[in-house]
């Protein structure tokens, strides 16, 4: 097993990120671990409602977003859902 074998392992199956992240912003975040080659399900949950950025946040390889306050219902009904596509 090399080392590009053992990273992609030990990525988890699916992160849960908002876009305002201390020191980078949540889009920069999810491309940096693609570019690693991690290919978890991405689940975004932003304040943001504009369309740009919710298509920036699918375009920077977000797997779905959910635009905040979400209650805990929807927010587990989404997780769900999103491991089901990628399952």
Known sequence: ED???RE??????????D????????HAFIRAIRARGAR???IVVSA???RAGIVDAINAGASTC???PCT?????QRIAE???RAG
């Open 3 to 5: 080392d590009a074998e």
């Open 8 to 17: 992609r392992g030990a990525w988890p199956d699916l992160v849960l990120i």
């Open 19 to 26: 876009t305002s992240l201390p020191g980078m912003h949540g």
């Open 40 to 42: 978890a399900a991405v």
């Open 48 to 50: 943001e409602t504009h």
């Open 66 to 68: 959910i635009t905040k």
């Open 72 to 76: 805990p219902d929807v927010l587990a």
């Open 82 to 84: 999103t491991i089901d």
